[in-house]
């Protein structure tokens, strides 16, 4: 089916994006990474200097504002750009990480993304990934994917990425930068992380990248027929 919406909800350094591009890339899809939007929007704020606790500074931020996906012509990935600007790279330093969470529990920074990623799934075919997908912003999804992973086990993980950009960085930064963003993503008031109902849960603690994404081919063909 070209006209299916796929949503993988879960915490962070699960190997979401992971799943997704492999999913969106065996499917013909487009692959949509909700994630990187906030963290685009933190670069943006940060920048220019926005104090993200003043409601009136945040929406008038959000006005100046643009987000699109665009493929890599040699990656055949989907690359995120913020008013123009190809700011894949930059969006993954841990100073973004450090306050993307604070950034994207705002109701009104939710509401402008939110009504973007829908946006982007009008024409369907598309497999996008984040915290509220499944919940929030597609419930009626074809189908829903929670992955979680054992916490040590997501620490190492985003340790060993982080770790190839800047060596200077410490497992403790990594192990307090997940916690923190665990807490704020569960807590928060508007769209919290949680497993959508009828989300199929798929914990990847001891899973390698060529099984997860046999679990979820095995999904798809139960779900919609497809793969």
Not at 163 to 187: A, F, Q
């Amino acid at each position: 089916m070209k006209n299916s919406i796929i949503t993988i909800d879960g915490y962070s350094s699960c190997g979401k994006s992971t799943l997704a591009k492999q999913l969106a890339k065996k499917l013909g899809y487009a692959y949509i990474d909700s994630g990187a939007m906030y963290r685009a929007i933190t670069l943006f704020f940060l920048r220019h200097h926005i104090d993200y606790t003043d409601h009136r500074q945040v929406v008038d931020a959000l006005t100046d504002i643009t987000i699109e996906f665009h493929p890599n012509e040699v990656s055949h990935q989907s690359e995120i750009y913020l008013n123009g600007e190809n700011v894949e790279y930059l969006i993954r330093d841990m100073i973004i990480a450090d306050k993307v969470s604070e950034v994207a529990a705002i109701k009104e920074v939710r509401d402008f993304a939110v009504a973007q990623q829908r946006l982007m799934g009008k024409k369907k075919g598309i497999v996008m990934d984040g915290r509220d997908i499944g919940t929030t912003v597609f419930p009626n999804a074809q189908l829903k994917i929670f992955m979680t992973a054992d916490s040590a086990v997501r620490v190492e993980r985003r340790f060993k990425e982080l770790y190839e950009k800047n060596p200077n960085i410490t497992i403790e930064e990594v192990k307090n930068n997940l916690e923190m963003r665990d807490y704020i993503d569960s807590n928060r008031e508007i769209s919290p992380l949680r497993k959508a109902d009828d989300a199929v849960v798929l914990d990847n603690t001891n899973l390698s990248m060529e099984q997860q994404l046999k679990f979820a081919e095995n999904l798809l063909k139960e779900k919609i027929g497809a793969v």
